[in-house]
C-alpha cells in the first residue's frame, strides 16, 4: 500500500503521536460512590468519548484505546474490571464498553419509572426550564417510543402549580400543539405577567448608609409605629407618601401590608404561606408578586434600615424622566432628587440582551416598609448613553417589577437636575452606534448569500483545461474531507459527477485550529474569463460626494465572494478535483480574475437606492453631516443587509468617525486630505550617513527630476558632498536641504492623484532587514511605503524576502490596485516564473505569500536593482514600523508539511544534525538565505546538481526539502536506501516508496543499484 512508505521511508517532523501539540486535556476519573453510579457512568463515558476525539486518539488500535480506558477510569474501576474475568490483551475495546455497561446500568422497571413520571409535578421555586428538563430525563427510560414527546407536555400542563392555571387552559385549548410550543406559551405568560405587574410604576430610593444608633431608632420606632394605632403614628418626611388603587376600600396607613387587615398585635399572616409566590409571612392578595410593589426599603446585611423606594401604580406627567440606551435597548428612567442609589427591576435587566452573570453579589437587602424582605438579584455596573455621551452607571437590581430610577447623586453626576417639559426625543438622538450594530447584530454573523447569481462569460477561442489529480500527501487525506464536508454542508461546494469542459487543481493550506484550507487555482481558467471592466468611482467624484459630510462609517463585506452564487454553467468551470471526486464552488471562488468587478457591481446595484452611500469593491462608505443622519443611513444599510442576506466583517469596520481615509485620503468635515501614510515613508526617511546613502537618496531624486523644479540648483549642496577629494561633513546646512527635498518630493507636481483610468505600476524591492514600495502612475507616485523586517524574516531566503516586499505592497495599497490590472517590477528575477506557474507547481513555503495576493491581477516584470531608484532607497531607509508578520504562516505551513511524514523525535533530530554537519547542505543553506547566482558556471560543484531545482529548494526548521520531499545528508543516505528496499520489492515499487518522500542527486541511480544487486 502507498502509505507504508510514509511508514518506512519517511523522515520528518511530527509531534508525538496521539497527542495535540500544546493539549492538557484530562479528565476525572469515574466517580464509583456515586449514589446514581447508572447516571454518573453515561456523564463519565460521554466525556471519555469527546477526550478521545479532541485528542485524535479515537481511530488508535485496540489495545492502547481499551489501556486508555481503563487509566482514566481510576482504580476503582479498575477492580470491577478484574472481576469480568477477561484477559487485557485479548478484550476488545467495544466488548469492554459493553461490559461495564451492563455492569453499571441495572434492569430497569418500567412501571416504577412510569410511575415516577406520572406523578411528577412542578417543584416549589423550581423553573418551567428546569421542571420541562426533569421530565424529559425521567421519560428517556419509560419506553414511551413515539409518544415521548406528547406525554412530556400533557405532564407538562397537568403538572404546572396554581400560578399557571390560566396558561394550562391556554396549552388546552390550542389542542394539538408540540411540547416547544407549550413550554413557549408558559414562557411568554411568565413573561408578559411579570411586565404587567411592572406597568407604570414609579418609586422614590433613599439611601442611607448610617449603621448607628440613631438608624437603629428610627427602625424600631417605625415597627412600633406600624403595630400601634394611627392616631401615635408619625409620618416620616423623607417618605414620599403615594397611593395605588386597591380592593380594600380602607385607608392605606391603617392596614398591614402582610395581611391586609387592621391588628395591634401578631399578624394573622404570621407562619402563612402565600399561594401566589409559596413565599412564608404574607397573604397571596398582599403578595408584592402579585401586584405593584407600594413601598421599599434597603438596608445592608446587617439589616439596619437605611432607606425606602415608593411605587405607585400611574406615572403622573410631571413626574421626570430621561431616555437611557443601555446595549442598544432605550429605557425611561425616573429622575429622583430622593433617592440616593439607582434601581432596575430584573425583568428591565432580561430586556437588554446581557448576560445574568454581568450581576455581582450585593451586600445590601430590600425591604418593604412594612419590614417584609424582597429578593435582590444584585448589583452590576453598566454602561448607559445619555444625552449623547456614555457614562458607566451602578443599578440595585431587584426581581420584582418597579421603574428604572436615577438617585440623586447619578442626577448631579449627569447634570439631569434641571427640570424641564415633558421629554421628547428623536429614535437617532438617543440611539447609539452601538445599540444600532446589537439590533442588527445577525448581519455581522456567519456566511451570507445573496439571492441574484452571476454569470462567468468564457472567450470560447481559449481550450478548455483539464488538470490532473495532483499529489496529495496520504495523512492529508482525513483532513481535506473534513474540510470537504464543511464546505458542502455550508453550501459553497457540491460533488460533480457528469462531464465538465474545465477541471482546476487546488492548493491545501493549513489553518490555525489544525485544519486545512482549500484554495482553487484558476490560473488557466483565468486566461479564458472575459473581463467586464465596470466603472469604478473616482476620487473626484467621491470627494463631491462626502463635501459637506461630518460622521463617516465603513462597512466591510465578510467572505465577501463566497456571497454571490454562481449560476450552473459557471459553476460548472470551477471545478476542481481531489482524491474524494470532482466538486464545483456553488459560490464565487477566490482568485477569479473578474471577481472584483462582479462583487462591485452587485453591491452598487443593491445599494444604489440609500443615499450617502460610496460602494468600492467589497468596501461600503457611509456618510452624513449629522449624527442622527448617519445613525439612519447606518441602519437602512444594515437593514437593507439583513434583507438580502448579505454579512459584514465586525471586526474590520469602524464606525461614527469623524474622519475616515479612503482611497489614500483623508475625509472629514474639512474637505479631502492626502493621507499622511502614503508619504510617511518619505517624511520619517532617516539622513544619510555616508557617501554612499546619499548617493541612493539622490538617485531617487534624479529619478523624480523632471517634476522637480531647478532640480539641479536644489541638489547642489548636496552633490558637493559625493566630489572627490570631499570629506564627509554633514552640517545643519545640509539637514535643511535634506528635509526640503523630501518637502518637494511628497507634494504635487511629484506626488500625483490616484486615477484609476492610468495605468498602475507597482515598484517593490527587498534589503536584508526592510522592504520597500511605490506605487506609481508612469513616473509620477501616488504613495510610498517602507517597513522593517522582523526578526524571523530577516532569516529569510533572498527570493521569500523579495515576493514579502510585493506582499507587502499588494496589501499596503489594496484600496488603489484592487480589481486593476497591475504591473509589478522587481529586481529578483526568479520571481517572475513563478507568478506564471500554476500554484501548485510553486514551492510549498512560497504559496503561502502567493495565496495572499491570488485576488489581485499582478503582471511581474524583472527590472534591473539600478533602474528601481525609489524602491531600493526606501528598502534600506525604512520606517520603524513592522511589515505584515507573515511568520505564524509560515509556521502553519511547517507543521502541516511535517505532519504529513511519520518519525520518531530521534530521527528527526538525526536528520536535522547530519543536515548540519553536511557541507553540501550547508551551501545549499546559504544559497537560499542570499540568492542564487544567475549562472550554474559560478557554483561549487557539489552544489551544481541542485541549480535547477532551485525554485523548489527550501529550509525549513533545520531540515532542507524540495518540494514535499527531505533532502537527505550524505551520512544517512545509506541507511535511507537499506530502509526503502526492506521489503526486497522491485525496482518501480522501491522508485516509487523513494520519489514519494525523499530526494537526493542520482537518487534513482542509486536505488536502482541496490534492486539490481540484491541476491535475496
Sequence with gaps: ?????????????????????????????????????????????????????????????NGRKVALLLHHMGPEALEIFNSFDVNIDSVTYDNLISKFEKHFTPKTNI?????????????EGESLEEFVTALSNLSLTCDFTELRESLVKDIFTCGLNSGFAEVKQKIISEGAITLDKAVELAKTYTLSKIEAASCSVVGAVHYNTSHNEMGQRRWKNRAHQRSTSPSTRRTTPSIRRTTSPSPVSRDRKNICQRCGQHHRFRCPADGVKCSYCFKIGHYAKMCLRNKNVKSLTVDTGDELFIGSISYVCSVKKSQWEVPVSINGTILLCQLDTGAETNVMSLTDFSRLNLKKGLINVSHNSVRTVSGERLELAGEVDLTCHIQSSDHIIKFHV??????????????????????VNQVTFNKYEVQSTQSIITQ????????????????????????PIREPLRKIPFKLYESLKTELIRMQELDVISPVSEPTQWVNSIVLTSKKNGSIRVCLDPRNLNKAILRAHYPFPSIDVIRSQLNGSNYFSTLDANWGFWTIALDEESSKLCTFITPFGRFRFKRLPFGISAAPEIFH??????????????????????????????????????????????????????????????????FSKEGMTPDPNKIKAIVDMSQPKNSQELQRFLGMLTYLSAYIKNFSEETQQLRILLKKNVIWNWDTNHTATFNKLKTLITKAPVLTYFDQTKELILSCDASQSAVGAVILHGSNPIAYSSACLTEAQTNYAQIEKELLAIVHGCLKFHQFIFGHKITVHTDHKPLVPLFIKALHKVPQRLQRFMLKIQCYDLNVMYKPGKEMYISDTLSRSPLSDSIVDLQEDITLHINMLKSCLEVSPETLESFRKETQNDKELQT????????????????PPETKPYYKFQEEINVLDGLVFKGNNLVVPKALRSKMLTKIHTGHFGLRKCLDYAKNALFWPNMSNDVRNIVTTCVA
Design 1 to 61: 500500500m502507498p502509505n507504508q512508505v510514509v511508514e518506512t521511508a519517511t523522515v520528518a517532523a511530527t509531534t508525538p503521536r496521539n497527542k495535540v501539540a500544546g493539549s492538557t486535556c484530562s479528565i476525572q476519573h469515574l466517580n464509583i460512590a456515586s449514589k446514581n453510579l447508572s447516571y454518573e457512568w453515561k456523564r463519565w463515558f460521554t466525556q471519555f468519548k469527546i477526550y478521545l476525539r479532541a485528542t485524535s486518539l479515537e481511530r488508535e488500535e
Design 111 to 123: 412501571s416504577i419509572e412510569r410511575h415516577k413520571f406520572f406523578t411528577r409535578r412542578q417543584l
Design 398 to 419: 431587584i426581581k420584582v417589577g418597579c421603574k428604572p430610577i436615577l438617585g440623586l447623586q447619578t442626577c448631579i453626576d449627569l447634570k439631569l437636575l434641571k427640570r
Design 440 to 463: 442588527y447584530n445577525e448581519v455581522f454573523k456567519g456566511l451570507g448569500l445573496i439571492k441574484s447569481q452571476c454569470r462567468l462569460q468564457i472567450n470560447k477561442n481559449v481550450t
Design 601 to 666: 457591481s452587485t453591491m452598487t446595484e443593491l445599494f444604489a437606492d440609500i443615499p450617502n452611500t460610496v460602494v468600492y469593491f467589497d468596501d461600503l462608505l457611509i456618510h452624513a453631516p449629522t449624527k442622527e443622519k448617519h445613525h439612519e443611513i447606518l441602519e437602512q444599510v444594515l437593514k437593507r443587509a439583513k434583507e438580502i442576506n448579505l454579512k459584514f466583517n465586525l471586526n474590520k469596520s469602524q464606525f461614527c468617525l469623524n474622519k475616515v481615509t479612503y482611497m489614500g485620503h483623508v
Design 924 to 939: 545549499i543553506v546559504k544559497l537560499c538565505q542570499t540568492g542564487w547566482p544567475l549562472a550554474k558556471s559560478n557554483l
